[in-house]
């Protein structure tokens, strides 16, 4: 039985909700317990700890808003669309805890401290970077704000969520020393989203 746009609206959506969700209360009740100086998963380093899993999962499900379009294509359906608005401001949301855990834990609000990072640090120039062009898109991300810009004009201001994700994987592979992984894992999952839009690849998978 096919499930209805309406129906992914009404019970889809709310489901979406709790599951990104979830790290963020995980990490909340984790850090509650380090804050107390109790038995934490976060370990001796809790504020590591925060950085590490709001990063992690601010470029996860970034890529997966990415992702949600070329699904659409493939599928040749409208029905992921229905989630890639939230699944974008979930992204938006992780990296702002990102950044502000790096702003409070980290250096508490000190301005002069953090512009001195902003300005000698790359890795941290080009995360600030990225949520600069993320806010843009998170506040016009509603209906009323299509109508405003016009959607030929809209569409062209949310396309700088790709450029969001080179800058958002530049920072993760500049932050990690040394070869590594994981984040190149990333920058691939990335390139091959790009591959993703190029319309011979799209026709092929598509058929």
Not at 79 to 107: C, E, N, Q, S, T
Not at 133 to 145: D, G, Q, R, Y
């Amino acid at each position: 039985m096919a499930i209805s746009i309406q129906n992914l609206r009404r019970y889809g959506k709310p489901v979406l909700f709790l599951m990104l969700s979830f790290p963020a209360l995980w990490l909340g009740h984790e850090w509650y317990y380090a804050y107390q100086g109790l038995e934490s998963s976060l370990g001796w380093n809790p504020v590591e700890a925060f950085h590490r899993i709001t990063g992690d999962w601010a470029i996860r499900i970034l890529l997966l808003s990415l992702a949600v379009s070329p699904l659409a294509k493939i599928m040749k359906s409208p029905k992921p669309i229905v989630f890639r608005r939230m699944i974008g401001l979930f992204a938006f949301f992780y990296v702002f805890l990102h950044l502000g855990g790096y702003i409070w834990l980290d250096k508490a609000f000190i301005w002069p401290d953090i512009w001195q990072d902003v300005v000698k640090r790359k890795y941290i120039t080009v995360g600030v970077t990225a949520l600069l062009l993320f806010i843009p898109l998170a506040l016009t991300s509603t209906n009323s704000w299509i109508k405003r810009l016009g959607a030929r004009n809209w569409q062209r201001l949310h396309k700088s969520v790709y450029v969001i994700g080179i800058l958002t994987s530049a920072h993760f592979i500049m932050m990690r020393k040394g070869f590594q992984l994981e984040p190149l894992v990333y920058a691939g999952i990335l390139g091959f989203l790009f591959l993703l839009r190029s319309k011979a690849v799209m026709n092929k998978l598509r058929r």
